[in-house]
């Protein structure tokens, strides 16, 4: 279980927010602005809170009574930026391998695996110049997982694809989901994305939370 119980000072407000999940998918929900990617920075170890605590499966992450701070290299956590942040002088299968550090028979296995139930084996030469957003997308997304991460966080992945592409999408993150079983929080300001997406949806506004929604 991954727990979150922090606060962070911003600008314009104050973000504190306190959730727990298992091994499912939670959805942070609200308009821009509202602390949404500050959550996902803290939990990745990108941003220090000012207060609180981060622990997952008893492993503290952050702690600022007893000044504990994990750096993300050994978070284990994979990060799906909203703009993808792939290597534009990487092709596809440097990109995916990217941060893997042994190249044994396991990792190439996983590297069979992610390509295949993502479709993407026969992109492997080209260059993310060449890739449709929906191509893009899943390639960073085979990369994410690529590291075998104990918790993926995802930044708005949907946001800049078209309609069709965005309903694939989606369902392929649900059965990537239930088949690396890891915790999986994404961000959003897209309603029927929240819905269909996360088995609990955290509602946000100016840094509070102001409802939680679990699904059945």
């Not at 959550?39 to 504990?68: C, H, M, W, Y």
Request: aromatic share 8%.
């Amino acid at each position: 279980m991954l727990s979150v119980d922090i606060i962070k000072n911003l600008p314009d407000f104050s973000l504190s927010i306190r959730f727990s999940i298992e091994r499912d998918i939670l959805v942070l929900f609200g308009p821009s602005g509202c602390g949404k990617t500050t959550t996902l920075r803290s939990i990745a170890g990108l941003l220090q809170p000012d207060g609180g605590r981060i622990v997952n499966d008893g492993e503290v992450f952050f702690d600022s009574t007893n000044k504990i701070f994990i750096p993300p290299r050994q978070r284990r956590i994979g990060y799906m930026f909203q703009d993808f942040a792939l290597f534009p002088h990487m092709n596809v299968y440097r990109n995916i391998w990217y941060g893997v550090r042994d190249h044994d028979q396991e990792a190439r296995q996983m590297y069979e695996k992610l390509t295949n139930l993502l479709k993407i084996g026969h992109l492997a030469e080209r260059s993310p110049g060449q890739l449709s957003g929906g191509e893009k997308q899943r390639v960073a997304l085979a990369r994410a997982l690529m590291a075998q991460p104990k918790i993926l966080l995802l930044d708005e992945p949907l946001s800049s694809l078209d309609t069709e592409t965005r309903r694939e999408i989606r369902n392929e993150l649900r059965e990537m989901q239930r088949i690396w079983n890891i915790p999986f929080i994404l961000v959003t300001h897209d309603p029927d994305e929240a819905r269909f997406l996360g088995d609990q949806v955290l509602y946000m506004q100016k840094g509070r939370q102001v409802g939680l929604a679990t699904s059945g």
